[in-house]
Structure formats: C-alpha cells, structure tokens
C-alpha cells in the first residue's frame, strides 16, 4: 500500500516493487477481507464518496508515477486481490512507464511455494539492478 502511495507523491525514487499493493480501495470494496473494517472507518462509499475516492489516490492519480515499478501477487489472495496490482500495472503500461506483473498461480497473501519464494526474491533483485546499478558506461568498468 505504501509503495502505492509513495510512487503515486514523489519522483525521487529510481524503482519500485508493489507486492500485494492496495492502490484503488474504491474498486476493493466487497472483494477482500477488510470490508467490516472499511465501513466502521470509512463508512460506505456511497454515502461517502469523497472519502474512498482520497483513499485511492495512487490508482486515480496514476498520472502523477514516473518511477519504474514490478508488481507481484498471488491469484488467491483474498487479503489484497490481485485486481489491485493488476490495475496498477495497466495504469503504468498506458502510461508508458516500464512496468511488470508477476502472477503466482494458488499463492495468497504471503507466496508459501518455496520456487515462488525464490523467484520472488530474484525478481526484486533483478528489478533494482536494472535501475540502481550504475552502468559500465558510467563508471568506466
């Protein structure tokens, strides 16, 4: 979520990875397990709209991200369905911005599959070479 929210306000950043990232709670509601929790604090978007719209800043103001960003999520996810990162990833693909979705087939919340776990941590540490090494051009090597 708060990768989201931090791409979505600052271009300081070189790269980002989002896994399991909320960024348009608008189009959550009633598709996760936080819908008690919502409406106790946010109340029901149709009585108040300007609320959940405010919350889903980083999808509505998609226009606003510069920064490179890799998506992950498990299809089961209950927690964060995977709508989230996939409109995100749809956002920065229109955009232009370089941008990846990496589905990983009957995880959840947290990836449980030892492969998937491992690939996970290889993704993000590819993602942040790609942009945070310094190139042999630059530094002479």
């Known amino acids: 979520m708060l990768t989201n929210?931090?791409?979505?306000?600052?271009h300081r950043f070189q790269a980002a990875v989002s896994g399991a990232g909320e960024s348009n709670i608008l189009?959550?509601?009633?598709?996760?397990?936080?819908?008690?929790?919502?409406?106790?604090?946010?109340g029901v978007p149709w009585k108040n709209l300007d609320v959940w719209l405010r919350i889903s800043f980083p999808f509505l103001h998609a226009d606003r991200i510069v920064t490179p960003t890799l998506f992950l999520g498990g299809d089961r996810d209950?927690?964060?369905?995977?709508?989230?990162?996939?409109?995100?990833?749809?956002?920065?693909?229109s955009l232009g911005i370089d941008t990846q979705l990496v589905v990983y087939p009957g995880q959840s919340h947290g990836i449980s599959k030892p492969s998937y776990q491992r690939d996970v941590l290889e993704r993000y540490?590819?993602?942040?070479?790609k942009y945070l090494t310094p190139s042999t051009a630059t530094t002479g090597k």
């Not at 929210?5 to 600052?10: L, P």
């Not at 509601?29 to 936080?34: A, F, H, K, Q």
């Not at 540490?125 to 070479?129: E, R, S, T, V």
């Open 78 to 93: 209950f927690s964060v369905p995977l709508h989230n990162s996939e409109q995100m990833y749809q956002a920065l693909k």
């Open 125 to 129: 540490l590819a993602w942040y070479d």
């Open 5 to 10: 929210y931090t791409i979505a306000q600052d």
């Open 27 to 42: 189009a959550t509601y009633g598709t996760d397990e936080y819908i008690d929790d919502y409406e106790q604090e946010l």
